[in-house]
Each structure stands twice: as C-alpha cells, then as structure tokens.
C-alpha cells in the first residue's frame, strides 16, 4: 500500500548507522543579537537572544522538531531569561532559573547564547559533538569547535570517563558543570560540559523512539524538565515523526535556520 503523503516517515533502527551527533550554532549578527540551534537526533530547537551589553533584554525560541506534545509550552518559559546577567560561566546562568521548567535541549541552546553575547564578538561558533554507536564501554566520544577537535574521552562506563587527565574517573553527573569551570579555562569548560550531554544522550539510539506512546514508555525520568513535569508528564504523547537519523553524517543539521531568523540573513 502506498505511504500516505500527510504522514511523516517513522524513522526506525538508527543503532549502527554511524554516531549520535549534536550540532550546536551560535551567530551573532550583530552586537546586541545572539541566535541559537541546536539539532540531534530527537531534538531541533533554536533561540534569537537580544542583550544591551550587561543583560538579555529578550528572549524567543522556535522547535521545528519536539519529541512530546507539551515541548511546545517550554518554547515561552525561555523569557524566564529575561534579565540575565552577560557572564562566560555558564552555571550561573543554570543557577538563573528553575532549570526543570525548561525544555533542557533549548535551555542549554541558550546558555551558550548567554556566554557567546558575553564574549562580546560578532560571528559565528558551531560545536560538533560525536559518540560513534556503541553496544558496551569503553567507547570514545570527541568535540569540534568550529572544525578543530577539542576534546576527546575514552569512556569506562555510560557515565564514567577513563581518560585523558583531567577527566579520568569523572562521572557524568550532578555537579560536573561547575567541576570544568573550577578545573578548566572557560573555552575547554564550555566544550566540555557540552560533549557531556550528547554523551549522557548517545544511548537512545538504541531505543526505538517511535515505538513509545509516551514519554513515560520511553523512560524519560520524572521532575528533570518541562514535560516531565507532574501535571503535564501523564499527557506527555508522542510527536509521531519527529525523529531523523543523524548517524551517517551531520550534514543536514541546522541548515534552515536563515529562514526563521531574518537577522540571519547574509550571515
């Protein structure tokens, strides 16, 4: 029977087709604009942050993809933004707000935002974090900043880093932010706690997305975000068609973000 039109491909059996990858994109068309992306698998949110040198002045979102019906809700919240200090350290900008009223992906977009204005330079700065497909540890993962590779783990374990110093030993987990920030500069800090995430997220290649109902089925933990919140995680359904298969390359990551963002046009 021919696939009807009206609805998007399932994408299924991404595990083995190549490596979770993450984009993240910072533009500063000029001084007082920042404008985010960020795309992986399951997530394409973008950001245009507006600031007067001292503080964010404006925030807006768009989510061209979202994994679950209340994302959407989460696009608003990143006005909480509003008022923000310019800062290159990036846990205070966490430290901000109520981090688990936000979509996680787009609040981390954004935090990158706030340290890119703070920086105070117009152009451009893309992060490329890459975990090849893994069954078990150890495995590797690395991070370009602008096609350089900058940071690259062996890890011992889903959490664990095994190597290079200073990393060795290192969980992934609560805190990590603010340990780069007290052991690092603030450039190998910021890369650093943004392989973290595509770390911590690598293995849901071996999950089949599409297949969950929910964001409960898919094992989403509870009171961490937006949706997962009480009162919207029960009706957290799933957005059927959202997912895409990175894995092979990352090529067609954040492509169109000229076309939501006027700003951006003949940058």
């Not at 019906?69 to 109520?98: I, M, N």
């Not at 069954?135 to 374990?157: H, T």
Request: hydrophobic share 35%; with cysteine; charged share 25%.
């Amino acid at each position: 029977m021919p696939q009807d039109e009206r609805q998007p491909a399932l994408v299924r059996n991404r595990h083995g087709s190549g490596a979770f990858r993450r984009r993240l994109r910072m533009i500063a068309p000029d001084p007082q604009t920042v404008v985010v992306g960020l795309e992986d698998d399951m997530h394409h949110y973008e950001a245009a942050l507006t600031h007067d040198g001292r503080h964010i002045t404006n925030a807006s979102a768009a989510g061209p993809r979202m994994p679950w019906e209340p994302c959407s809700g989460a696009l608003d919240q990143l006005q909480a933004l509003v008022g923000c200090p310019l800062t290159t350290t990036a846990s205070e900008v966490f430290a901000w707000t109520d981090v688990r009223q936000q979509c996680t992906h787009l609040y981390d977009a954004a935090v990158l935002g706030v340290l890119h204005a703070a920086r105070g330079r117009v152009g451009t700065r893309q992060y490329d974090a890459t975990v090849p497909d893994w069954d078990q540890p150890p495995f590797e993962a690395w991070i370009e900043r602008d096609g350089i590779e900058v940071c690259r783990w062996r890890m011992a374990a889903t959490l664990e880093i095994e190597s290079p110093e200073p990393f060795g030993g290192r969980q992934l987990k609560g805190g990590f932010v603010r340990w780069c920030e007290e052991v690092l500069d603030p450039e190998a800090a910021e890369a650093a706690w943004v392989l973290q995430r595509t770390v911590w997220l690598s293995g849901a290649r071996r999950v089949e997305l599409e297949d969950c109902d929910d964001a409960i089925v898919s094992g989403l933990i509870p009171n961490v975000c937006w949706t997962s919140q009480p009162e919207r995680y029960h009706v957290a359904f799933r957005r059927r068609g959202t997912l895409r298969d990175h894995g092979p390359s990352a090529n067609e990551m954040l492509v169109d973000m000229p076309t939501r963002w006027p700003r951006l046009h003949g940058t």
